[in-house]
Nanobody, 123 residues
């Protein structure tokens, strides 16, 4: 079982990025998927998550209205579309899977993690 996060990069404030989480070895439809981030000197924090069938999503307050998490079952991926990016969004972003129906905000509930992708928001 492997997860791979991709799509990070350098973007100016107000810009957009789309992160993708791809899986090998299992079907993402069987799991809840979460996105977390870790900025330098800070703890890993919950960003967004989606339950197993996509009908329930959750976001941390600081990204509500700017970030959208979505599933693409055909591609076996989960994406995080990030708009109106701010410098405080700068972090390494990780995707993680929980082999159950419902998502959690606690990172310890997730069994598998991708390697992370760096997002830098700077002018």
């Amino acid at each position: 079982v492997q997860l791979q996060a991709s799509g990070g990069g350098l973007v100016q404030p107000g810009g957009s990025l789309r992160l993708s989480c791809a899986a090998s070895g299992f079907t993402l439809d069987n799991a809840a998927i979460g996105w977390f981030r870790q900025a330098p000197g800070k703890e890993r924090e919950f960003v967004a998550a989606v339950n197993w069938n996509g009908d329930s999503t959750g976001y941390t307050d600081s990204v509500k209205g700017r970030f959208t998490i979505s599933r693409d079952s055909a591609k076996n991926t989960v994406s995080l579309t990030m708009n109106s990016l701010k410098p405080e969004d700068t972090a390494i972003y990780y995707c993680a899977s929980h082999l159950g129906s419902y998502y959690y905000v606690n990172p310890h509930e997730y069994e598998y993690w991708g390697q992370g992708t760096l997002v830098t928001v700077s002018s």
